[in-house]
């Protein structure tokens, strides 16, 4: 699977936007993006995911740029229950003894505050 | 709440002790992984399971003895663990086992080895 870069760190004000980047510079044509969160001492939680095209859903946006060497996810009005590690994984489509893993890595911390 | 659940949540134990870890899921997925997360490391997957069957084992020391018993099942049974051993584990299932189904997490168990 194609290798991600997260800043380690990010603060956002509460009911603003908060803007995540992920770069992957080398992902291949059948890669998807995923997001997932952890907040701490949880399990991490699925966030959205998405190929080629901008998805949205009930918790975020996924903005693709059109070469996919990069992506943001967007909390729309972030509060403090989304202070987490927020980790950008890509993932070739299929079935195999590899395909499974999700490789997590190091993840962005948010830091949301009043 | 996610669907799969970890019995126990807190765990302390003495490296001759033998101790097991429950994971149920109730999310009617055929799909269950047992992930390892250390301090300050990323996720490790440590055990894929498929209809029962192991379809992955990400050379995990024998101390560590999974067991599926049925799809809904998910247990890790520990003995003669070591101090590093210490770490969160986490429980997953997803629809199928490939890389498109999203993981859901189960919350995890914090264990302890004295």
């Known amino acids: 699977d194609a290798k991600t870069t997260q800043p380690p760190s990010m603060d956002c004000a509460e009911g603003r936007a908060a803007n995540l980047p992920c770069n992957h510079s080398t992902i291949s044509g059948n890669e998807y993006v995923y997001w997932y969160r952890q907040i701490h001492s949880q399990g991490p939680q699925y966030i959205i995911h998405g190929l080629k095209n901008n998805e949205t859903n009930e918790m975020a946006s996924l903005i693709i740029t059109e070469d996919r060497k990069s992506s943001t996810l967007i909390l729309p009005h972030a509060t403090l229950r989304d202070t987490a590690v927020y980790y950008c994984?890509?993932?070739?489509?299929?079935?195999?003894?590899?395909?499974?893993?999700?490789?997590f890595g190091r993840g962005t911390q948010l830091t949301v505050w009043p | 709440e996610t669907g799969v659940t970890q019995t126990p949540r807190h765990l302390v134990m003495g490296m001759t002790n033998k101790k097991s870890l429950k994971c149920e899921q109730h999310?009617?997925?055929?799909?269950m992984y047992w992930y390892k997360q250390s301090a300050k490391k990323p996720l490790e997957l440590m055990f894929v399971y498929s209809l029962e069957e192991r379809v992955e084992n990400n050379s995990v020391p024998s101390r560590f003895s999974p067991e599926c018993p049925n799809s809904s099942h998910l247990f890790l049974h520990l003995h003669t663990l070591q101090p590093e051993d210490s770490a969160l584990y986490l429980c997953?299932?997803?629809?199928?086992?490939?890389?498109?189904?999203?993981?859901?997490f189960g919350p995890g168990t914090r264990l302890t080895v004295l």
């Open positions: 999310l009617g997925h055929n799909a």
């Open positions: 997953a299932s997803s629809q199928e086992w490939t890389s498109i189904d999203t993981q859901y």
């Open positions: 994984i890509v993932r070739v489509a299929g079935r195999g003894s590899t395909l499974g893993r999700l490789y």
